[in-house]
């Protein structure tokens, strides 16, 4: 019998080699024009074990949002004793920047990827569940350390916003200049200033 741990990698080679083909497939035809079945047949599986893997066709797609919200969990639960959770979330996304994760927005093939997403209303519908899922684990984990259930829910909004914000400005930069190198030394400034906010708070501004 295989041990867990090598039971788990095999899964997730499968689920990822399910994933780079359909994203192959969603490149050369388009996400809408794509089906599960010719997923799955590609992938030479079920159609079933394609949703054991991904309930949703969308989910293919974004298939990194899964890890993204369990290594955000992760950030926030096992984060340093002391260490706020601002912190520990601006120390998360200079990892992501720096390890050059797709998460981060900073990737060179970016391009292809937001012309497959802005061409499909199913993953533009998607990407903003997501963003509410962002938020609702933080709500989930904050609900462990704050009694009260309201400020936790602010907290949450906010830092969602925030972190929401922070992949947008570095979408957009790699879609105005294209230069990987630029992008990421320009976000180092753009991850500490929308954590300084978070910290500090907006003061006066605009008064």
């Keep these: ?5 090598l039971r788990e990698r095999k899964k997730e080679a499968t689920r990822r080699r399910i994933s780079d083909i359909a994203t192959g497939l969603f490149a050369l035809r388009g996400f809408d024009n794509v089906t599960v079945a010719e997923v799955a047949e590609a992938a030479e599986v079920s159609k079933m074990t394609v949703f054991n893997y991904f309930p949703r066709k969308e989910d293919l797609f ?6 993204r919200l369990t290594t955000l969990e992760a950030a926030v639960r096992e984060r340093a004793p002391g260490e706020s959770v601002p912190a520990a979330l601006r120390r998360y996304h200079h990892e992501l920047l720096t390890s050059g994760h797709p998460l981060s ?8 990827f937001m012309k497959i997403v802005r061409a499909s209303p ?6 903003l569940e997501f963003d509410h899922e962002i938020e609702e684990t933080l ?5 462990d350390e704050v009694t009260d259930d309201v400020r936790a829910r602010l907290i949450a909004g906010q830092l969602a916003a925030a972190m929401g914000s922070i992949y947008s400005i570095a979408i ?6 294209g230069d990987v190198e630029q992008v ?9 200033t929308a954590f300084d906010l978070l910290e500090n708070g907006m003061g006066a501004y605009g008064s």
């Design 1 to 5: 019998m295989d041990k867990p741990g």
């Design 62 to 67: 974004w298939d990194r949002q899964t890890d």
């Design 105 to 112: 927005g900073v990737v060179e093939n970016i391009y292809w």
């Design 122 to 127: 199913a993953l533009m519908t998607r990407a």
């Design 139 to 143: 709500v989930r984990v904050l609900a």
């Design 172 to 177: 957009d930069r790699m879609l105005e200049v």
């Design 184 to 192: 990421r030394r320009e976000q180092v400034e753009v991850i500490d």
